[in-house]
């Protein structure tokens, strides 16, 4: 009885509010196509990736069953290790500096100083521009002796590092430019979660006594800490997915830089998919590499509770 009374309940419902109901069609025909793509590009070929890592599969001849062989490896390869271990200094140094240079770049634009617009539109110039051209860009910089860079270190009487050239300069120089490239887009983010903070709050703080700390500190933090927490998640989801600057700025001679100093996780995927032609083993390092950056999302989500203020 109490399941026929629910379903008459439901088709009552249907019958008197047929345009909800049309409403939720039209909703779904036109969110169909985005669904279908995401499944397409996102799901299958996350599917067929884990798939491919029980498999060994050079290119050319058809794939072979390795059953868990590929992830065994996994806990022997010294490149993998050296590869994680350079993924997590990058990550390490990039996210907590980048995050404080836009932070600063951010309230700096939020004052009311002439020219304001154009600052925003310089600062947010990197982010429209190609990462592969403005890589080349920077390679040139970073030159030994010709580069712009170690001119201007030579004027200023400082030592100039070999960059690019040398294991102990090719992350330093990656970093630099990796900071660089998504300050705008933090910047952008940072500034839009200042905008949203009522003017009302600072003139109350300043007129308790608050000076211009004070107002950052109990004022502006906690009401950015909700951008802040989305500004660190996405930057530490890039910056384990660090690959084009390092593909493109160690160059052919030296990939990854001199003696594998720059080899990242996904530029070790890389390798070992298309110049080694080991699809199943790029696909279990893959696997590990998404097990790795979901932990850590999963870890922040989590430990937002205890700093973030939705209030």
Request: glycine fraction near 6%.
């Amino acid at each position: 009885m109490a399941e026929l009374s629910v379903t008459r309940s439901v088709q009552e419902r249907r019958h008197r509010n047929p345009a909800a109901h049309r409403e939720a069609r039209w909703a779904l025909f036109f969110l169909a196509p985005s669904f279908i793509g995401f499944a397409v590009f996102y799901w299958l070929p996350m599917l067929g990736g884990l798939l491919l890592s029980f498999f060994n599969w050079d290119l050319l001849t058809a794939p072979e069953w390795a059953g868990t062989a590929n992830f065994q490896q996994l806990l022997h390869d010294a490149g993998l290790r050296q590869a994680l271990l350079n993924t997590i200094y990058f990550t390490v140094v990039t996210v907590p500096v980048g995050m404080v240079l836009a932070l600063l770049v951010a309230l700096a634009l939020n004052q009311r100083i002439a020219g304001t617009q154009w600052y925003r539109t310089a600062y947010f110039m990197p982010v429209v521009a190609t990462v592969v051209a403005s890589a080349l860009v920077w390679k040139w910089m970073f030159l030994p002796v010709y580069g712009l860079i170690d001119n201007i270190l030579r004027v200023i009487h400082l030592p100039q590092p070999l960059w690019l050239a040398s294991p102990g300069g090719t992350m330093p120089a990656i970093m630099i430019f990796s900071i660089w490239l998504r300050l705008g887009y933090n910047m952008v983010l940072f500034l839009a979660g200042l905008q949203t903070i009522p003017r009302d709050l600072y003139e109350a703080a300043s007129v308790d006594g608050a000076n211009r700390w004070a107002q950052f500190h109990y004022v502006t933090l906690p009401l950015l800490s909700p951008t802040t927490l989305l500004i660190l998640i996405l930057s530490l989801i890039s910056s384990f997915q660090v690959f084009d600057q390092v593909l493109v700025m160690t160059g052919q001679v030296t990939p990854g830089g001199p003696r594998g100093a720059a080899i990242t996780m996904v530029f070790y995927i890389y390798n070992n998919a298309f110049k080694l032609s080991r699809m199943g083993y790029a696909s279990a390092v893959a696997l590990v590499l998404f097990v790795i950056i979901f932990a850590v999302t999963i870890v922040q989500l989590w430990l937002q509770r205890r700093w973030v203020n939705y209030d």
